[in-house]
């Protein structure tokens, strides 16, 4: 019998460590016979930390939410005493949501050991990069992938097959497969999921990658702030060396493949491939003008062909189950499934791996539960700060590369953020630009200057300070850094602020003309009030109020002088007796 | 890699014609490591920081002349990155997430409170040197929003309480003498 815990990053900040320790003292203090083992993220967060209890047979039980009081509890109760712990059991189809998810890129993320090349050859592990360099031509290999319709998984959505046919025409000896698990957007983190659940699947779409393209070198280019993605991504590269996956002659085939690692030191902008390549150079990480593209002209000026960890995840799944049933998932132009990391107001956050074709729908409110304390549905952001604001009127729309660009949001790489009445679009819009003027590598004038001008505007309409024409002049700035930006950093800044003007009008206007934010998130065009027929007069919030904004006597209905009040918000917070109105 | 300095070809720009002890010798292993991996200088300011905990215009001095490069481009590059910091950081460092899923979920009252509480703002350090505030775009935990990190450890689900506990209980770990008196005072 085994103990499995959940031991992604998400596990580990619920408490894994702790609930692992406790398992490991009471097994030894009771003297049982059972290995205490980890496994990689299964995609339900919210119900971290997760521990299985297999046993020999293979069946499965698994606990949710697990403390490290109940690690005795499950160690006494139900491993000795054979007893069922409702309260803390989960069904198997609850945990993976089976109904609507189709899990191919995470088709190994919480069930096998990350750290054991073992675990990952006895699910058919590099099973299909051994056919493709036994048995298939590059041509052949490319072939499939085209068959198969898969599409980069990064955001932008450009055809797999097409950047590898690049690469491989372009002549040279020399070229170089690069993997872009630098993941920056704020609110996504699929990538992460993938390195540190399941790294040789990624390690095998790379080497299958490199046999098309006839690179004999891979470079990984992972984020420092995954720290945990990185030494399991390093141990599975140790391991697959030794087994003889990388290296020279793999498969006794004459061919040679070698990976490293290189950890970014955090630009969002070096998601972009050419200034990815500037930052593997150890350059300053700054686009620059295409073409020529990567496939000519790259890393080292080789030929380089860069596709992101979800995309070569998906590569070992189509060899070993054909191109045609990859492109029997999905829609007509967007074949295969994507993953999601669902965040935000929605009960049930995590990472989602879905058909494409599916609704906004069916994943926030099937797959996600819908939203926390039964609030109303305002929008999703799709894209991160490349995205946009999808309204609740358009939820029936389906996810296709196409579909979701008509809304003026992105597919993007995976980030669905989900936003209920309280969340201000207006400051989403703010936080986002916040993000863009940030992360602006300043080569181009409109993207460095217009972001830093959309910014002080958005600061300005939050702050109650809005004036007639802000509207307009955030759109006219909007097209000019689209048009006026050489990468996909500046075209797209300006998405989250054209979105949210165009299904949220009202709400800039409501900051604008009656300076008003209706949900409530605004807190300079807050008015503080104290509801007579409920203040009992205890004195919390006059003692509380940093500015001595408030007036009267115990027991006596207290008041707020607006012309003090600074709408910091104490006396909300220490009111016991809700009496104190925000409007 | 050499690390011997030539009096004529010094170029430290501080006067000293290089008769100055190397005082950053813990990184000479890594110089000879990159010496002849073209492209290694993040790498090479990443394992300096790691080893003196920020970069000093020594530090990065220091770095130019060894891979024979100018101050002005690891300093470019250094200050292109948000991993890189330029002045020395508390015991404990306070990465507070700013992604997307933490905004929505209340970061901004979150950095409140440890404001509040640490009495500085984002990007300084408290006056005894325990604690440094750095906000940062997004951990990738964003099913536990908001999240920060302080030194290797997540804390998720954070609330005002909830933050102030943990610093609390960091502050008594660190010096448990003034923590007590902080109370009583």
Redesign the interface.
């Known amino acids: 019998m085994r103990i499995v815990i959940g031991s992604g990053?998400?596990g580990?900040?619920?408490g894994a460590h702790k609930v692992q320790a406790a398992f490991e003292t009471i097994i030894a203090e009771k003297g049982l016979e059972l290995s205490v083992e980890q496994t990689g993220c299964i995609g339900t967060?919210?119900l971290?930390p997760i521990v299985d209890v297999v046993d020999d047979n293979g069946n499965k039980v698994t606990f949710v939410n697990v403390t490290t009081e109940d690690a005795r509890s499950i160690i006494e109760n139900h491993v000795v005493g054979k007893k069922e712990l409702l309260d803390l059991m989960i069904s198997q189809d609850d945990i993976t949501m089976i109904g609507k998810q189709k899990r191919i890129v995470l088709r190994n993320s919480g069930l096998i050991n990350p750290e054991r090349i073992e675990d990952y050859l006895a699910v058919d592990g590099y099973v299909a990069a051994r056919k493709c360099l036994l048995e298939m031509t590059p041509e052949e290999i490319i072939e499939t992938v085209k068959v198969a319709g898969l599409k980069g998984r990064g955001g932008a959505g450009f055809p797999t097959w097409f950047k590898w046919d690049a690469a491989k025409k372009s002549p040279g000896k020399t070229k170089y497969m690069v993997c872009n698990a630098d993941?920056?957007?704020?609110?996504?983190?699929m990538d992460?999921s993938v390195l540190e659940s399941d790294p040789h699947a990624l390690i095998e779409g790379m080497l299958i990658g490199a046999k098309a393209i006839g690179a004999n070198e891979g470079v990984i280019y992972v984020r420092?702030?995954?720290?945990l993605a990185i030494v399991r991504l390093q141990n599975a590269i140790d391991q697959a060396r030794e087994k003889g996956y990388l290296g020279k002659d793999i498969f006794s085939t004459g061919f040679d493949f070698d990976l490293r690692i290189?950890?970014?030191?955090?630009?969002?902008v070096c998601g972009e491939e050419t200034a990815l390549i500037a930052?593997?150079?150890?350059?300053?990480?700054m686009p620059r003008l295409k073409p020529p593209f990567p496939a000519q002209k790259g890393y080292?000026n080789k030929p380089t062909n860069i596709n992101n960890v979800e995309t070569f995840a998906n590569v070992p799944w189509i060899f070993r189950n054909g191109g045609e049933a990859y492109a029997a998932l999905g829609t007509k132009e967007s074949k295969g499934t994507k993953v999601f990391?669902l965040?935000?107001?929605v009960k049930k956050?995590?990472l989602v791996e879905i058909p494409m074709g599916l609704t906004l729908k069916d994943v926030i409110f099937d797959i996600g539960g819908g939203i926390k304390q039964e609030k109303a549905f305002k929008a999703v952001?799709m894209g991160?700060p490349s995205g946009g604001c999808i309204p609740a009127g358009l939820l029936d729309t389906p996810i296709d590369y196409a579909e979701i660009t008509k809304t003026g949001a992105i597919m993007g790489s995976g980030?669905m953020?989900v936003?209920d009445e309280t969340?201000c679009m207006v400051d989403?819009a703010r936080?986002?630009l916040d993000?863009t003027c940030k992360?602006s590598?300043g080569k181009c004038t409109y993207c460095r200057v217009g972001t830093t001008r959309m910014l002080e505007i958005l600061n300005r309409i939050t702050q109650g300070e809005g004036q007639d024409g802000d509207i307009e002049l955030l759109e006219e700035l909007c097209y000019k850094i689209k048009d006026g930006s050489l990468c996909g950093l500046g075209q797209t800044a300006p998405n989250p602020v054209l979105t949210t003007i165009k299904y949220f009008r009202n709400e800039y206007e409501d900051h604008i003309y009656h300076h008003k934010c209706t949900a409530k998130s605004c807190k300079p065009l807050l008015t503080y009030t104290i509801d007579a027929e409920k203040c009992v007069g205890c004195g919390a919030c006059k003692k509380n109020c940093p500015v001595d904004a408030i007036t009267g006597e115990k027991k006596q209905v207290h008041e707020i002088n607006q012309d003090i009040c600074i709408k910091c918000g104490k006396c909300f917070?220490v009111c016991k007796f809700d009496s104190v109105i925000i409007d | 890699m050499s690390h011997e300095t030539n009096e004529h070809d010094h170029g430290c720009g501080c006067g000293c014609h290089g008769e100055k002890t190397n005082p950053f010798t813990e990184l000479n292993p890594v110089l000879d490591h990159y010496a002849d991996i073209?492209?290694?200088?993040?790498?090479i300011?990443?394992k300096a920081q790691e080893l003196y905990g920020f970069l000093s215009v020594e530090l990065m001095r220091h770095i130019a002349l060894e891979t024979h490069t100018s101050i002005a481009k690891v300093y470019?590059?250094a200050t292109?990155?948000?991993?890189?910091r330029f002045e020395p950081v508390g015991k404990y460092l306070i990465m507070l997430c700013?992604?997307?899923?933490c905004?929505?979920?209340g970061s901004k009252m979150v950095e409140e409170a440890i404001m509040d509480y640490l009495d500085i703002k984002e990007g300084e350090t408290t006056a005894d040197g325990l604690f440094t505030l750095n906000n940062?775009?997004?951990?990738?935990?964003?099913?536990?929003?908001p999240?920060m990190m302080i030194n290797?450890d997540?804390?998720?689900q954070l609330t005002?309480e909830k933050v102030t506990h943990i610093l609390a209980e960091l502050k008594e770990k660190a010096d448990p003498l003034q923590a007590t008196q902080e109370v009583t005072a």
């Not at chain 1, 993941?183 to 983190?189: H, L, N, Q, T």
């Not at chain 1, 420092?224 to 720290?227: D, M, Q, S, V």
């Not at chain 2, 700013?98 to 899923?101: F, L």
């Not at chain 2, 940062?136 to 929003?145: E, I, W």
């Open positions: 990053s998400c580990i900040a619920a967060c919210y971290e993941e920056g957007d704020p609110g996504a983190f992460r420092a702030e995954y720290p290189k950890a970014g030191a955090g630009a969002f930052s593997l150079e150890g350059e300053r990480g080292w990391a965040t935000g107001k956050g995590g952001q991160g980030g953020v936003m969340t989403m936080f986002f993000f992360e590598c917070t | 073209p492209g290694s200088l993040i790498s300011l990443q470019g590059v292109f990155y948000t991993q890189f700013q992604g997307t899923a905004h929505v979920n940062v775009a997004c951990l990738g935990c964003c099913s536990l929003s999240v290797d997540t804390y998720g005002k």
